[in-house]
């Protein structure tokens, strides 16, 4: 055993599954409150982590399964949604193995189109306008265990549990541009819920995490979460008046390989996160572009004493715009085939910082250095 500069820390308190979205795929902001959030890392007893994290993305390349829709942009009636997501999350070390967290989010999303301004062309104006919607999202509550002590292991994962609380507006509105029969008028309505701050449900998260260190150089990070959203509807209608915003579930799994090189380490790993088209729990009716990405996510950190940060761009290899419920119904109904298309990135940024301060390890050492004991 010997005493190592905590690189799984450094990358796994801040790099995590939690999902922000994929355009036009309503995955809400940091839907997980799991401890690679650096919400729980290993924190030891009376230890508090403060992190500040953001990401941002592009989406426009339109996908009806898995294949894209290239005339969307040939023809410039594609949807771009820009999108800012900021969270700061508080993490307190309960016990060694026992820790809780809360993650407030701020979003604002710039969606830009023309189907929703007097219709994408030869039929409709073909006139591009923008709507928009800022502000708190939805707040998130955790607490977690890991199964074994602080440093027996050069392994340890824990279970989480948490709450996604109706925080954040679902009702936002915005003005739209050329509406009403002969296209004259300019008429307040809800905005997309691709770019609602949140989605109006109660959200109940499970998630996973853990590392395996194969040296103090060398080891796997990893992390998944299921959000379940119970609650079928938030009742407010589509722009359409057609259906209702549906509350979906939403998932996450990632994988990291990393490489320890003093106070930077780079890492590599691939993830996939998405919004399935039916629930875990309660009904599945209601609106939602269901679907997933999966990408390969580079990126590098940095960490000495009690600060850390990172960077990485996670790049979409596979999307995916599948069957929504409505879709299924109408399908059925109708005997047509039927299945809505989606926008989704090609890559996304995400950056963050954090730091840990208290516990008794921390009181300990002059420098604040955080180090575990990890076999090798």
């Given at each position: 055993?010997?005493?190592?500069?905590?690189?799984?820390?450094?990358?796994a308190?801040?790099?995590?599954?939690?999902?922000?979205?994929?355009?036009?795929?309503a995955?809400?902001?940091?839907?997980?409150?799991?401890?690679?959030?650096?919400?729980g890392?290993?924190?030891?007893?009376k230890?508090?982590?403060?992190s500040?994290?953001?990401r941002?993305?592009e989406?426009f390349?339109?996908?009806?399964?898995?294949?894209?829709?290239?005339?969307r942009?040939?023809?410039?009636?594609?949807?771009?949604?820009?999108?800012?997501?900021?969270?700061?999350?508080?993490g307190?070390?309960?016990?060694d193995?026992?820790y809780?967290?809360?993650t407030?989010?701020?979003?604002?999303?710039?969606?830009?189109?023309?189907?929703?301004?007097?219709?994408?062309?030869?039929n409709?104006?073909g006139?591009?306008?923008?709507?928009?919607?800022?502000?708190l999202?939805?707040?998130?509550f955790?607490?977690?265990?890991?199964?074994?002590?602080?440093?027996?292991?050069?392994?340890?994962y824990?279970?989480?549990l948490?709450?996604k609380?109706?925080?954040?507006?679902?009702?936002?509105?915005d003005?739209?541009?050329?509406?009403?029969?002969?296209?004259?008028?300019?008429?307040?309505g809800?905005?997309?819920?691709?770019?609602?701050?949140?989605?109006?449900?109660v959200?109940?998260?499970?998630?996973?995490?853990?590392?395996h260190?194969?040296?103090s150089?060398?080891?796997?990070l990893?992390?998944a979460?299921?959000?379940?959203?119970?609650?079928?509807?938030?009742?407010?209608?589509?722009?359409?008046?057609?259906?209702?915003?549906?509350?979906?579930?939403?998932?996450?799994?990632?994988?990291?390989?990393?490489?320890?090189?003093?106070?930077?380490?780079s890492f590599?790993?691939?993830?996939?996160?998405?919004?399935?088209?039916?629930?875990l729990?309660g009904?599945?009716e209601?609106?939602?572009r269901p679907?997933?990405?999966?990408?390969?996510?580079?990126?590098?950190?940095?960490?000495k004493?009690?600060?850390?940060?990172?960077?990485s761009?996670p790049?979409?290899?596979?999307?995916?715009r599948?069957?929504?419920?409505?879709?299924?119904?109408?399908?059925?109904e109708?005997?047509?085939?039927t299945?809505?298309?989606a926008?989704?990135?090609?890559?996304?940024?995400n950056?963050?910082v954090?730091y840990?301060?208290?516990?008794h390890q921390?009181?300990?050492?002059?420098?604040?250095?955080?180090?575990i004991q990890?076999?090798?």
């Amino acid at each position: 055993m010997k005493k190592i500069y905590t690189t799984i820390i450094v990358l796994a308190s801040l790099i995590s599954v939690k999902s922000y979205g994929q355009g036009c795929v309503a995955i809400r902001g940091n839907s997980s409150c799991n401890a690679l959030s650096g919400n729980g890392f290993e924190l030891q007893s009376k230890e508090w982590t403060v992190s500040l994290n953001g990401r941002y993305f592009e989406s426009f390349r339109h996908f009806r399964g898995s294949e894209e829709e290239h005339e969307r942009i040939e023809k410039g009636t594609q949807v771009i949604n820009d999108s800012y997501f900021v969270d700061l999350s508080v993490g307190m070390g309960i016990t060694d193995r026992l820790y809780a967290n809360v993650t407030l989010p701020y979003v604002h999303h710039l969606r830009s189109s023309m189907y929703e301004h007097g219709g994408n062309p030869p039929n409709g104006l073909g006139e591009r306008h923008e709507t928009s919607s800022k502000g708190l999202g939805d707040v998130r509550f955790g607490a977690g265990y890991w199964l074994l002590p602080q440093g027996k292991k050069n392994y340890n994962y824990a279970f989480g549990l948490g709450v996604k609380l109706p925080t954040g507006k679902y009702d936002y509105t915005d003005i739209f541009y050329n509406q009403g029969a002969d296209k004259s008028q300019d008429i307040e309505g809800v905005v997309d819920q691709s770019i609602q701050p949140g989605d109006g449900g109660v959200g109940i998260n499970l998630d996973f995490q853990g590392y395996h260190s194969f040296s103090s150089r060398f080891g796997i990070l990893s992390s998944a979460f299921y959000m379940s959203n119970p609650k079928a509807t938030n009742g407010v209608l589509t722009r359409n008046k057609r259906s209702e915003f549906s509350c979906p579930d939403q998932f996450g799994v990632r994988i990291a390989a990393y490489a320890n090189m003093g106070v930077f380490s780079s890492f590599v790993g691939g993830r996939i996160e998405g919004v399935p088209a039916s629930d875990l729990i309660g009904s599945s009716e209601g609106y939602r572009r269901p679907g997933y990405a999966v990408s390969v996510e580079p990126g590098i950190s940095y960490g000495k004493g009690p600060v850390a940060a990172f960077v990485s761009v996670p790049i979409a290899l596979y999307r995916n715009r599948i069957q929504s419920y409505e879709d299924k119904i109408t399908t059925a109904e109708t005997g047509k085939f039927t299945q809505g298309d989606a926008a989704f990135a090609d890559y996304l940024v995400n950056v963050g910082v954090s730091y840990r301060f208290g516990g008794h390890q921390m009181h300990s050492s002059q420098k604040g250095s955080l180090k575990i004991q990890m076999a090798e």
